[in-house]
């Protein structure tokens, strides 16, 4: 799904979730949509091109000897075809990049966008952001150091679960509510709603 694609439908009930969820819990919740690649796709699919292409030609050179040009023009060939067949086709171009690869390159890109929406910077030090990686079909929760020291790793863990869980049918506005939702039950176990407490960030959905 591309942010064009998540229609004002889709976005007005994740931001309603978001919304009902901070009614019950004094901590902030965003939602980050991420529509590009998280790593380089070009540069580890000219990479795994150029390995391809300097390795593959050799066995063949030793079963069927060839002048050395005949060998550099293969290489070259399969270089070119293999790089343009990958880059066409981002399906296959995301295979080339290894899922620990995607998954650093993920998380990078959810604390950099953690620490750009200033989620860090809420008094109480209860912000919480949700990211999908949609090209990298991966979820990524960051938070805030106190929640982090009241609800731990295991909180985050769960909540990319629920996302996982409600967006198995491939409807991602589903996945983030159920996630949203999640969230809210848990931080309003140990963070309530503080009467007259303001919103400190937009609830709007983050589309990248």
Do not use: Y
Request: net charge neutral.
């Amino acid at each position: 799904m591309r942010p064009s694609d998540m229609d004002q439908d889709a976005r007005t009930r994740i931001e309603q979730a978001v919304m009902a969820a901070e009614a019950r819990t004094s901590a902030e919740i965003r939602v980050v949509v991420l529509n590009r690649p998280a790593a380089p796709v070009t540069l580890h699919v000219v990479a795994l091109a150029a390995c391809v292409a300097l390795v593959l030609p050799w066995p063949l050179a030793f079963l069927f000897p060839h002048r050395a040009m005949d060998l550099f023009a293969v290489q070259a060939l399969l270089f070119v075809v293999l790089g343009g067949l990958l880059l066409g086709v981002p399906a296959l171009a995301q295979l080339a990049i290894p899922r620990a690869v995607r998954r650093m390159a993920v998380r990078a890109a959810a604390l950099d966008r953690f620490l750009a929406l200033g989620i860090h910077l809420t008094e109480s030090r209860t912000g919480l952001m949700i990211l999908v990686a949609v090209p990298d079909r991966m979820v990524e929760v960051v938070a805030d150091a106190e929640v982090m020291t009241k609800l731990g790793q295991g909180f985050c863990d769960e909540v990319v679960l629920a996302v996982s869980r409600g967006g198995a049918g491939g409807d991602i506005a589903a996945g983030l509510v159920e996630g949203v939702n999640h969230c809210g039950k848990r931080l309003s176990e140990t963070f309530p709603e503080v009467p007259g407490g303001r919103n400190a960030l937009p609830d709007h959905v983050v589309l990248a």
